[in-house]
């Protein structure tokens, strides 16, 4: 599942190829991608010249030089490939947007391509939580938010609310490196705890984009990064292997009817205090 690593070493790496060229070329292969037709899609983005890639939360927004906004939400099974000339990407894309010699190519049946305004893309982005690197998200605004949450740890990490972008993967490594039980009760942490999972938050988000994040569909030819962060994971589906060497065996449980990948001996209700 793309989640915010994933967006944000598209964006990264995006910006080196494609900023300031103007769109030459537009094809919608699956025409319930967006909400216009395929002729209006095309029609509104050839000849507008890309200014400026943004990322909220797994939200992809292209700015554009019309003042205009084109929103791209990777489904489940998304990737973005990004090729020269006449090189073809490893999936069957759903939609290819051409900038001169590079093509960008987009994958999921159920991926999202939207024309907004910027009050549309407000009201759309809105009710998503702070970003995990935004200055507003002090260590000190996060543990008041948490105060205010209730519910199991792993279902307030993908809800969201408190932070946009972190799915399943995330939560579940993020849970780990903060030494917390995927069900523990967010209203129950100690401020040590609460400390910790802010720690945790950026240290497994930050480390993933440098890493590339989880992918494994390269996102141009001969693509050694993306996806380096997968042998990273210390929990997410790896039931029945150790977490680290000196760990013991990762274990599944249910948490709001989600599964849930964790450490009997690693993580627990509270964060103990290391010294």
Not at 81 to 107: M, S
């Amino acid at each position: 599942m793309t989640e915010l690593p994933e967006i944000e070493h598209y964006r990264r790496q995006l910006g080196e190829w494609i900023l300031d060229r103007p769109i030459e070329r537009v094809l919608l292969v699956n025409e319930r991608s967006t909400d216009v037709t395929p002729e209006e899609f095309a029609g509104a983005l050839e000849g507008r010249t890309l200014l400026f890639l943004e990322r909220r939360g797994t939200f992809l927004i292209f700015h554009l030089d019309n003042g205009h906004r084109l929103l791209i939400a990777l489904a489940k099974d998304g990737a973005l490939y990004c090729g020269d000339g006449e090189e073809q990407p490893p999936f069957n894309a759903q939609a290819e947007i051409g900038f001169g010699e590079k093509t960008l190519y987009i994958a999921g049946k159920a991926s999202v391509l939207r024309l907004m305004t910027v009050r549309g893309l407000d009201e759309v982005v809105k009710t998503l939580g702070p970003d995990p690197f935004s200055r507003q998200l002090t260590p000190e605004l996060f543990v008041t938010q948490l105060k205010k949450r209730r519910g199991a740890l792993r279902s307030l990490l993908t809800g969201q609310k408190l932070v946009a972008g972190i799915g399943p993967r995330y939560a579940d490594e993020i849970a780990f490196e903060a030494g917390l039980l995927p069900s523990v009760k967010v209203q129950d942490l100690n401020g040590e705890s609460a400390a910790r999972l802010y720690e945790a938050i950026e240290n497994v988000l930050g480390a993933a984009i440098e890493a590339g994040g989880s992918l494994q569909t390269p996102l141009y030819a001969g693509d050694t990064v993306t996806g380096g962060y997968l042998s990273q994971c210390k929990v997410y589906e790896r039931e029945g292997e150790a977490c680290t060497e000196e760990g013991a065996k990762v274990e599944k449980m249910d948490v709001s009817g989600k599964k849930a990948y964790y450490c009997p001996q690693c993580q627990y209700e509270q964060t103990p205090v290391f010294s």
